[in-house]
């Protein structure tokens, strides 16, 4: 493990950069003049993730090559154009990844996977036989979802390798600072690198920006609502070749430990890594925090990444520096001295945070969060330590930061004239709950009003700290239902109040328990008065509520909002009366 400051040697000078200095050739097919208004591409109507317009079809029997395996019947003369393990989206010319699964295995789907025109089935010995039966070549491995990323970035032609990759890492935090870091990249992109070369030779790119996360996935400005936080690998390789062939070529992507332990990055190695914190969460997945920890840690290896920035505040990413196989880059949004960036002169504001950022040599630029809380000042600065680790100048890459608008769900106001702050945020973890909370209170001259619940089917352990968190921290705790998924909603809601009553009654709030979500929002809002804080936590940016296998429309944004216009109508008659 090496640690030391960002320099151009810590990258092959190969790899994509926003550094000057010749590339590559590359392979961009579909780039839009400017005087074109952006148009969808029949593709985009078919099912499954976008895929790209122009592919060179691929021997089948070079892919049997890339596995190692023995060349099956019919292989000799097929070609894939394409990949899927979604037998729903198989297109002509496909792969169809057949995989087993909780319930049922992807060999069951090989008929209609054919019927849509596949070329070959990827699958394990378990489902060989029912493969077979299409009539299709059949590739046989042990284990095909380890197999299949890397045969995506071949069907696709190595896109990644076109892209500058910056992937983010951590329990909290994952969102803001991806959009954080693509905002840096679209200004990086536009101006050139703030108007300037430095010494070493560092300044911005051209081209788009992408964006892959939990709320969307962005290909320049169009957008395209995320089914999970990191796509399936064969879905991943499909959005990396469409965003190399309309011309982007720089992304920011959320890695999620799930990601990292089921594949969904293979075939991708990252040229910056960046790891913000850990903290208890999906312990319904991993078998505990060493087991999450690991799993987290699988991008700081060679295989995954050629850079790390971590976050040297937090004590798993401190243990980190010293696991990583690549070269590290540390910071530290409290200011130690060993980090090599911190942030200083901190200054919080209701609604965003300015500092100095200080780095190697002397290096100091004035930087601002656009977002609210302390927590928030550490996601800027790994973003622009981020950026500058991928080559921008320290001021263009803090000015990027700072020029970001906002992120959705993220600390998100809702106004509509209110007297009274209201806020809706994604926290649905202990540790994102309190500093929330804490943020809040230091620009409430009022009281905090606060709406939360817990997701079903999932990690149950912190239900119970959750509530206790929300009773301790807000003078109005309103535990309702978050997504109750299979569960009772009032199991769930038991459990939160076991937690809350926990907390000593001379320290605790208001403490009210209402199912129904829209009712608990509308409670809040009830109670403030000016000066207050109204707080909705734990869906953020979703725009449904899955109750019992049913998903219905619901947004936390729209919800609160159509409850403060009632209630201010309300005391609007009341006052005519």
Same mark, same amino acid.
């Not at 990844?97 to 996977?113: E, I, N, S, T, V």
């Not at 914190?277 to 060679?302: Q, V």
């Not at 927590?375 to 100048?393: D, H, I, P, R, W």
């Not at 540790?431 to 606060?450: F, M, N, Q, Y």
């Given at each position: 493990?090496?640690?030391?400051?960002?320099?151009?040697?810590?990258?092959?000078?190969?790899?994509?950069?926003?550094?000057?200095?010749?590339?590559?050739?590359?392979?961009?097919?579909?780039?839009?003049?400017?005087?074109?208004?952006?148009?969808?591409?029949?593709?985009?109507?078919?099912?499954?993730?976008?895929?790209?317009?122009?592919?060179?079809?691929?021997?089948?029997?070079?892919?049997?090559?890339?596995?190692?395996?023995?060349?099956?019947?019919?292989?000799?003369?097929?070609?894939?154009?394409?990949?899927?393990?979604?037998?729903?989206?198989?297109?002509?010319?496909?792969?169809?990844?057949?995989?087993?699964?909780?319930?049922?295995?992807?060999?069951?789907?090989?008929?209609?996977?054919?019927?849509?025109?596949?070329?070959?089935?990827?699958?394990?010995?378990?489902?060989?036989?029912?493969?077979?039966?299409?009539?299709?070549?059949?590739?046989?491995?042990?284990?095909?979802?380890?197999?299949?990323?890397?045969?995506?970035?071949?069907?696709?032609?190595?896109?990644?390798?076109?892209?500058?990759?910056?992937?983010?890492?951590?329990?909290?935090?994952?969102?803001?600072?991806?959009?954080? #870091?693509?905002?840096?990249?679209?200004?990086?992109?536009?101006?050139?690198?703030?108007?300037?070369?430095?010494?070493?030779?560092?300044?911005?790119?051209?081209?788009?920006?992408?964006? #892959?996360?939990?709320?969307?996935?962005?290909?320049?400005?169009?957008? #395209?609502?995320?089914?999970?936080?990191?796509?399936?690998?064969?879905?991943?390789?499909?959005?990396?070749?469409?965003?190399?062939?309309?011309?982007?070529?720089?992304?920011?992507?959320?890695?999620?430990?799930?990601?990292?332990?089921?594949?969904?990055?293979?075939?991708?190695?990252?040229?910056?890594?960046?790891?913000?914190?850990?903290?208890?969460?999906?312990?319904?997945?991993?078998?505990?925090?060493?087991?999450?920890?690991?799993?987290?840690?699988?991008?700081?290896?060679?295989?995954?990444?050629?850079?790390?920035?971590?976050?040297?505040?937090?004590?798993?990413?401190?243990?980190?520096?010293?696991?990583?196989?690549?070269?590290?880059?540390?910071?530290?949004?409290?200011?130690?001295?060993?980090?090599?960036?911190?942030?200083?002169?901190?200054?919080?504001?209701?609604?965003?945070?300015?500092?100095?950022?200080?780095?190697?040599?002397?290096?100091?630029?004035?930087?601002?969060?656009?977002?609210?809380?302390?927590?928030?000042?550490?996601?800027?600065?790994?973003?622009?330590?981020?950026?500058?680790?991928?080559?921008?100048?320290?001021?263009?890459?803090?000015?990027?930061?700072?020029?970001?608008?906002?992120?959705?769900?993220?600390?998100?106001?809702?106004?509509?004239?209110?007297?009274?702050?209201?806020?809706?945020?994604?926290?649905?973890?202990?540790?994102?709950?309190?500093?929330?909370?804490?943020?809040?209170?230091?620009?409430?001259?009022?009281?905090?009003?606060?709406?939360?619940?817990?997701?079903?089917?999932?990690?149950?352990?912190?239900?119970?700290?959750?509530?206790?968190?929300?009773?301790?921290?807000?003078?109005?705790?309103?535990?309702?239902?978050?997504?109750?998924?299979?569960?009772?909603?009032?199991?769930?809601?038991?459990?939160?109040?076991?937690?809350?009553?926990?907390?000593?009654?001379?320290?605790?709030?208001?403490?009210?328990?209402?199912?129904?979500?829209?009712?608990?929002?509308?409670?809040?809002?009830?109670?403030?008065?000016?000066?207050?804080?109204?707080?909705?936590?734990?869906?953020?940016?979703?725009?449904?509520?899955?109750?019992?296998?049913?998903?219905?429309?619901?947004?936390?944004?729209?919800?609160?909002?159509?409850?403060?216009?009632?209630?201010?109508?309300?005391?609007?008659?009341?006052?005519?009366?």
């Amino acid at each position: 493990m090496t640690h030391g400051t960002v320099h151009p040697g810590n990258r092959a000078p190969a790899c994509p950069s926003l550094r000057d200095g010749p590339g590559a050739p590359g392979t961009l097919t579909a780039v839009p003049h400017a005087d074109q208004s952006p148009a969808t591409p029949p593709e985009a109507t078919a099912p499954g993730a976008p895929r790209p317009t122009r592919v060179r079809p691929v021997p089948l029997a070079d892919l049997v090559g890339q596995l190692g395996i023995r060349v099956p019947e019919g292989a000799s003369d097929a070609a894939v154009s394409g990949i899927t393990h979604d037998s729903r989206a198989v297109r002509p010319g496909d792969l169809y990844a057949a995989l087993p699964g909780a319930r049922f295995h992807g060999a069951d789907f090989a008929a209609q996977a054919a019927g849509l025109g596949a070329a070959a089935v990827l699958t394990d010995p378990a489902g060989a036989e029912r493969a077979a039966a299409t009539g299709l070549p059949v590739l046989v491995v042990d284990d095909p979802r380890a197999r299949m990323g890397a045969l995506a970035a071949t069907v696709y032609g190595e896109p990644g390798r076109e892209l500058l990759q910056i992937g983010i890492t951590g329990t909290s935090g994952k969102t803001t600072t991806a959009y954080l #870091i693509e905002g840096g990249l679209r200004a990086a992109q536009s101006t050139k690198g703030g108007g300037g070369r430095r010494e070493g030779g560092l300044r911005a790119a051209g081209g788009l920006t992408g964006l #892959i996360g939990t709320v969307e996935s962005r290909i320049g400005d169009e957008r #395209i609502k995320s089914e999970r936080t990191t796509p399936e690998a064969t879905d991943l390789q499909a959005l990396f070749a469409v965003m190399r062939e309309r011309g982007v070529r720089s992304v920011a992507m959320e890695v999620s430990s799930h990601a990292l332990v089921l594949g969904r990055v293979d075939g991708c190695v990252f040229d910056v890594a960046v790891f913000n914190n850990l903290s208890p969460e999906h312990m319904e997945f991993h078998s505990g925090m060493e087991d999450y920890y690991r799993a987290k840690a699988e991008l700081f290896t060679k295989e995954r990444s050629r850079l790390g920035v971590v976050n040297l505040d937090d004590a798993y990413g401190r243990r980190l520096v010293g696991d990583s196989e690549v070269p590290v880059v540390t910071f530290s949004a409290e200011g130690r001295p060993e980090a090599d960036w911190r942030a200083v002169d901190v200054v919080t504001g209701p609604f965003d945070s300015s500092f100095t950022v200080e780095g190697p040599d002397g290096v100091r630029v004035s930087a601002r969060s656009p977002l609210a809380g302390p927590f928030n000042v550490a996601n800027a600065l790994a973003a622009v330590v981020a950026l500058v680790a991928a080559g921008t100048e320290p001021q263009a890459a803090a000015d990027g930061v700072a020029a970001v608008a906002g992120v959705p769900g993220r600390l998100e106001r809702v106004d509509a004239g209110q007297p009274y702050l209201a806020v809706v945020d994604y926290a649905h973890k202990t540790d994102a709950v309190e500093s929330v909370l804490r943020a809040l209170r230091k620009v409430t001259p009022g009281r905090i009003h606060a709406v939360l619940g817990c997701g079903g089917d999932r990690d149950t352990t912190k239900r119970a700290p959750m509530g206790a968190a929300l009773a301790r921290l807000a003078d109005t705790a309103v535990l309702t239902s978050d997504n109750p998924r299979s569960e009772d909603p009032l199991a769930i809601l038991a459990s939160m109040l076991t937690g809350a009553a926990e907390v000593p009654a001379g320290e605790r709030g208001a403490v009210l328990l209402m199912e129904d979500r829209a009712q608990a929002i509308a409670a809040a809002v009830v109670r403030a008065e000016p000066g207050d804080t109204v707080l909705v936590l734990g869906k953020g940016h979703e725009q449904g509520q899955d109750i019992a296998g049913v998903v219905r429309p619901f947004d936390d944004r729209l919800v609160l909002r159509e409850a403060i216009e009632r209630t201010q109508a309300a005391t609007h008659r009341n006052d005519q009366g």
